[in-house]
């Protein structure tokens, strides 16, 4: 078993104050940076993602120019390669990232899957060269890149852990929905508190991750694969 962890777009556009910030971003990119001061040897890869959209068009109809966002399909600019938004959070210590992924070049992109390394390798390839079989996931925001992210690394075999107290959503209902889909979809639920080093998701874990998944239910369906 060999453990990575994913740490999404916890850029300043999607922090407080930013283009589409979201409660709760700084405190998770602050929460991360910790989490990884004691966890560091934890993980074989740290992996961490960006949107990264370009300056000169509408991202393949991802930015709403002409039109008010709607906020499912268009959104407001944001994150346009080599502005200050596109950047990482600075309470993101980004010293222990390994691969660095830029997502959204000209289209759509929701999951870290989506993106390439600054050699042009998918995810599935970095993942793939460095025998990896386990994924954490953590980072913004919980009801979109998060969860698209969780949910492709689920489809490509592997072992997901979502740390739940250490992501940041748009909104409470559109989270817990999230998060009640990834625990149904296999995913385990877990504060990073809990989480045990080298710890392998068994029977038992997928047990508690269906519960907090039942637990969660109530707050109805999430809005798709949109930021």
Request: aromatic share 6%.
């Amino acid at each position: 078993m060999s453990r990575a962890l994913f740490i999404i777009d916890v850029q300043n556009d999607f922090t407080e104050g930013g283009a589409l910030g979201v409660d709760g971003g700084a405190a998770v990119a602050a929460g991360i940076t910790e989490y990884l001061g004691a966890h560091r040897g934890d993980y074989a890869l740290v992996v961490a993602s960006r949107d990264w959209h370009d300056a000169d068009n509408d991202n393949g109809g991802h930015f709403a120019v002409d039109d008010a966002p709607d906020f499912v399909q268009t959104w407001p600019v944001h994150c346009v390669a080599g502005t200050p938004g596109a950047e990482y959070h600075p309470a993101l210590d980004t010293s222990a990232v390994d691969v660095h992924i830029r997502k959204g070049q000209g289209v759509p992109a929701y999951s870290i899957f989506e993106g390439t390394d600054d050699a042009g390798a998918s995810v599935t390839e970095v993942l793939a060269a460095h025998g990896i079989t386990d994924v954490d996931v953590v980072g913004i925001a919980t009801d979109y890149c998060v969860r698209a992210s969780a949910l492709d690394a689920l489809e490509h075999g592997q072992h997901v852990r979502v740390l739940t107290d250490l992501v940041a959503g748009v909104a409470s209902e559109s989270s817990a929905a999230a998060l009640a889909e990834l625990g149904h979809a296999g995913a385990i639920l877990a504060e990073s508190a809990a989480v045990e080093a080298g710890a392998t998701p068994d029977a038992s874990d997928a047990a508690e991750a269906s519960g907090a998944a039942d637990a969660a239910d109530g707050a109805g369906p999430g809005d798709g694969d949109a930021r």
